[in-house]
Every structure is written in C-alpha cells, then in structure tokens.
C-alpha cells in the first residue's frame, strides 16, 4: 500500500459538485492499494498514521499526533499511486489491486483510523472526484506498508 498524507487546515472531496467527505484541521490522504496488499498493510499503515508526529506543540516543535490534538481525516482511494512510468510516457497500473480488493482494503484501512480518531471523511471509490485543501505547511509524507515490514 501507497500513502501520501498532508497536514491540513481542512480539505474536501466532491463527487458531480457535491461534497461527500470532508475533514477539518488533520491529515488528507491519498491511498493506493496494489496486487498483494493485505489487512497486515492496512493494520501498519493506520497505527503509524495515528502517531504519526507532524503537528505542533506550543514550542513549535512537531511533537504531536493527530490523534493528540483531537485532529479529524479524510481518505481518498487513488489508484494513480501504483503507477509505473519506466517505460514511455503513459504510465501503466497494473500493479494496483483489482477494484474489489481495493475497495474491501481500503474500507479496512478507513475502519482502522474511525476505531482511533472517530469520525472519517472518505471519497467515492471509483468515482471521479474533486479535493479542495488547505494544506499547512505544507508537510507531506509519503508513506509504503512494504517499508513498515521491513523493521
């Protein structure tokens, strides 16, 4: 699994002009679930994002989580992270999973971060949509469940 994670003051998803998932001050991510992907990914992925130390304290220093400062999220399933451009200019994603093991990972990995922050916006899968954000910062983090394993 492919993360990237912004630091946000809010951000939105919008499907044919009308929003279907937003967040406030926290993290915007972008999720890509290649062939091979397990909940084993989802599970590493989701406790690091939670700690994951990127906000402020008052000595502004990053010390702090987004579940520390009460911080909301917002998860987009994006394919597009999977892509391999080595060869020509069109980029092939044959390495993403099959729509309906993405989506059923993509589900979980969204479960996980609900079962920490609470309440989590999310796009339409498989749907064209459109991200509004505010990003702070900006800090951007891309993040590789294989990189997790390798501990």
Do not use: W
Not at 19 to 28: A, D, I, P, Q, W
Not at 58 to 65: I, T
């Amino acid at each position: 699994m492919k993360l990237v994670i912004q630091r946000v003051n809010s951000a939105s998803v919008s499907v044919d002009g009308e929003c279907v998932g937003c967040c406030g001050k926290g993290l915007m991510m972008l999720l890509g679930v290649g062939e091979g992907d397990t909940k084993e990914d989802a599970e590493l992925l989701a406790r690091k994002v939670v700690n994951l130390r990127v906000f402020t304290d008052d000595a502004d220093k990053m010390n702090l989580s987004v579940k520390d400062i009460g911080g909301e999220a917002l998860v987009v399933s994006n394919f597009t992270l999977l892509a391999n451009y080595k060869k020509g200019n069109r980029p092939d994603y044959m390495s993403a999973a099959k729509p309906d093991a993405a989506k059923a990972l993509y589900e979980y990995f969204v479960s996980l971060l609900q079962s920490e922050l609470g309440q989590v916006g999310t796009g339409e899968f498989g749907a064209h949509m459109n991200i509004d954000m505010c990003a702070d910062g900006p800090v951007t983090i891309v993040m590789e469940s294989e990189m997790l394993r390798k501990k």
